[in-house]
């Protein structure tokens, strides 16, 4: 697209598919999801967490306003979110705009790109260890039953964190 008229109309686009799709999740019952919903392939063959396990239930606790209760399903998607945004709205900014975008005060490095993997990785590691302050990091079962706690709970013999 060449067109600063056929970029608007991609960005229009985007946004109207981007609203329908978080007034659906913020319409939807969590604690039941429909079909929908993502689930994490990862969790569901090893009963471990992922570093994005949780990130629905954080936008769906962040559309409802409830930031803390975002911080309870992924703390790190909501620290890391800020940041997502203003890296796509400059990014959004320079492909509509190309010459009026300036240079950032500072210059990515390769090696901060590493300490980013990094810093996710030791995040995925960190949130399941069953042991305090790591175990605040996995997230919430939305629900209080026994059905909705994490199999890797229930195999080590942790109650759901309702009942904690």
Same mark, same amino acid.
């Given at each position: 697209?060449?067109?600063?008229?056929?970029?608007?109309?991609?960005?229009?686009?985007?946004?109207?598919?981007?609203?329908?799709? %978080?007034?659906?999740?913020?319409?939807?019952?969590?604690?039941?999801?429909?079909?929908?919903?993502?689930?994490?392939?990862? +969790?569901? $063959?090893?009963?471990? +967490?992922?570093?994005?396990?949780?990130?629905?239930? &954080?936008? +769906?606790?962040? *559309? +409802?306003?409830?930031? %803390?209760?975002?911080?309870?399903?992924?703390?790190?998607?909501?620290?890391?979110?800020?940041?997502? *945004?203003?890296?796509?709205?400059?990014?959004?900014?320079?492909?509509?705009?190309?010459?009026?975008?300036?240079?950032?005060?500072?210059?990515?490095?390769?090696?901060?790109? #590493? &300490?980013?993997?990094?810093?996710?990785?030791?995040?995925?590691?960190?949130?399941?260890?069953?042991? @305090?302050?790591?175990?605040? *990091?996995?997230?919430?079962? $939305?629900?209080?039953?026994?059905?909705?706690?994490?199999? @890797? /709970? #229930?195999?080590?013999? $942790?109650?759901?964190?309702? /009942?904690?």
């Amino acid at each position: 697209m060449r067109s600063a008229g056929g970029k608007w109309a991609a960005t229009v686009s985007a946004l109207f598919v981007g609203l329908v799709l %978080a007034l659906y999740l913020r319409s939807v019952d969590i604690s039941s999801p429909p079909r929908f919903l993502p689930r994490c392939g990862f +969790h569901v $063959v090893t009963g471990l +967490h992922c570093p994005g396990c949780g990130n629905t239930r &954080a936008s +769906h606790a962040l *559309l +409802h306003g409830d930031v %803390a209760g975002a911080m309870r399903q992924n703390a790190l998607f909501v620290v890391a979110l800020p940041f997502l *945004l203003f890296w796509a709205g400059r990014s959004w900014f320079g492909w509509v705009y190309p010459q009026r975008i300036g240079a950032l005060p500072f210059r990515w490095r390769y090696s901060y790109s #590493l &300490a980013l993997i990094g810093l996710v990785l030791v995040f995925g590691v960190a949130r399941n260890l069953p042991y @305090a302050p790591f175990d605040r *990091l996995a997230p919430v079962p $939305v629900t209080g039953s026994r059905a909705s706690a994490a199999p @890797a /709970e #229930l195999l080590r013999g $942790v109650p759901p964190r309702a /009942e904690r």
